[in-house]
């Protein structure tokens, strides 16, 4: 029973050895990478968030793993994400693959029905179709907003009727 809580002091101390060297090779490359690393996240950014996540665990517990190969796996994640990312500015159709497109929740004051969002024409809009919405202080405000839209990286953008 006390092999599978505790088996090697030496297997031990690796693990926060690398796992601190690791974690530091991690925060200077999301450094170097720059802000868009760290940005608000779209599904793509958040695939490679997972990516680097799990790309650290696995330097972290697997033994056959070297500290090197780890960092290298991490820089060549976040260089790709960077690849991908200067080429979608660039080039639309790489664009809508990475990115996606905005869905159009609302329009002149009514919530529109949308399988993507799951907002229906009779949920309140504040607490159902888009609860973490600041920029619309009550469902009465609804009425006042031309459009709403859900963003591609989770943020809403309300334009308002004069």
Partial sequence: MAQFVF???AALARTVL????AYAALIAILRVSGKRTLSKMNAFDFVVTVAL??????????????LAQGALALALL????FAITWTSVRVAWVRRIVTGEPALLARHGRCLPDYRTRCSAHASPRRKCWPRCEALASPAELSKAEAVVLETDGSFSVIRTN
Wanted: proline share 0%; hydrophobic share 50%; glycine share 8%.
């Fill in 7 to 9: 088996s090697d002091a």
């Fill in 53 to 66: 996540g799990s790309t650290l665990a696995t330097i972290l517990v697997d033994t056959s793993v070297t």
């Fill in 18 to 21: 690398i796992g601190i060297a």
């Fill in 78 to 81: 976040v260089a790709l994400q």
